[in-house]
């Protein structure tokens, strides 16, 4: 898995410098090159359904995100599935399995009271709303 990680990180540099697209790469531009393509991920859900979100649209989207997230690994010197790991460990160690299984907020998040709840209804009913 490492050495296919790191073929893909080579493929995706040498395509960059191929176009002599390494000039324009460097690690701020690249974080932004990756939100933008996340915000087009994000647009192939948009108002539908998982279920409906075309597969090829969500590949296509996917990729970009992970070519970037690649690019970016490679200028600051990470090794991908180090920093992966990593993560993994950090999260095993916030998220415990018999605090966190089968629930998807975090454990230690407090609910909303519903004074809080009417507030926020409120807060968000009483916004203008605008025509696009």
């Known amino acids: ?17 191929d ?4 000039q324009f790469h460097n690690p701020k531009d690249l974080a932004i090159a990756l939100s933008i393509e996340a915000s087009e991920l994000l647009e192939v ?3 539908k359904s998982p279920e409906d979100a075309k597969k090829d649209k969500i590949k296509e989207e ?7 997230a690649l690019l970016i690994a490679g200028k600051c010197g990470l090794d991908v599935a180090e920093i992966v790991r990593d993560k993994m460990r ?4 916030k998220y415990p399995v018999e605090k966190a299984k089968g629930v998807a907020t975090k454990y230690d998040c407090k609910l ?6 009417n507030c926020q209804r409120k807060l968000i009913s ?5 025509k696009v």
Do not use: C, G, H
């Open 1 to 17: 898995m490492a050495s296919e990680i790191s073929q893909l990180i080579n493929e995706v540099r040498q395509f960059s410098e």
């Open 19 to 22: 176009r002599d697209w390494d």
């Open 45 to 47: 859900f948009l108002w």
């Open 62 to 68: 996917l990729a970009d995100v992970i070519n970037y």
């Open 90 to 93: 950090q999260n095993a160690a």
């Open 112 to 117: 909303p009271t519903k004074f809080e709840q």
């Open 126 to 130: 009483s916004r203008p709303v605008t």
